[in-house]
């Protein structure tokens, strides 16, 4: 069985062919991934940066990543039962911790991919429900505090929030955003 590189037909950052540090690799039905960034071609400057804010960044890197597992016949979704598969028996305690892109839509699809991964005592923080008025960021728009808010109206109670250990920091920028898998 030998490796088989994943070239992707569409790939507007950068000459995918030309960067060994993004490959994507295609090996007995698994793609690996490596060195994902929000790194992408600047023709202005004449090189590789990264530009914008934190979350254009994040949608940039993910973009990338949806690029290449979609070239090898993946979705992100894939990732999700590959990190499944990966949680075999016996397994310790969970602490999954969300904070890639904060936009309430793809919040919620993370909380409807983990949560049913997670049992009894594993703990979920969901970063950054902070913004969009929650005190801060007003203009954001719909994040992770919203797609919390929905989630727990589908699946009230699952996870529980865990107000106790989000109030013994004084101060979080993810209010609301502690549970625990009851």
Not at 21 to 49: K, M, N, W
Not at 106 to 114: D, G, I, P, S
Not at 142 to 163: N, S
Request: net charge neutral.
């Amino acid at each position: 069985m030998s490796a088989m590189a994943v070239k992707p037909t569409r790939f507007p950052w950068y000459s995918y062919d030309r960067y060994s540090f993004s490959l994507g690799v295609q090996l007995g039905g698994r793609t690996f991934l490596s060195g994902h960034t929000a790194s992408e071609y600047d023709p202005a400057a004449g090189r590789i940066c990264v530009k914008g804010a934190m979350a254009n960044q994040v949608r940039t890197a993910y973009a990338k990543i949806s690029a290449i597992l979609e070239a090898a016949g993946q979705t992100l979704a894939d990732m999700v039962r590959i990190v499944e598969s990966m949680l075999t028996e016996p397994r310790g305690r969970l602490f999954v911790i969300l904070d890639s892109d904060h936009s309430r839509d793809h919040v919620l699809r993370e909380l409807h991919a983990y949560v049913p991964l997670m049992r009894s005592g594993d703990y979920l923080v969901v970063e950054d429900t902070c913004i969009n008025g929650h005190p801060v960021r007003p203009e954001f728009g719909p994040g992770p505090w919203e797609a919390v808010e929905q989630f727990l109206a589908e699946r009230p109670g699952v996870p529980r929030h865990d107000a106790e250990r989000e109030a013994k920091f004084g101060f979080t920028c993810a209010p609301r955003g502690f549970f625990i898998k009851a």
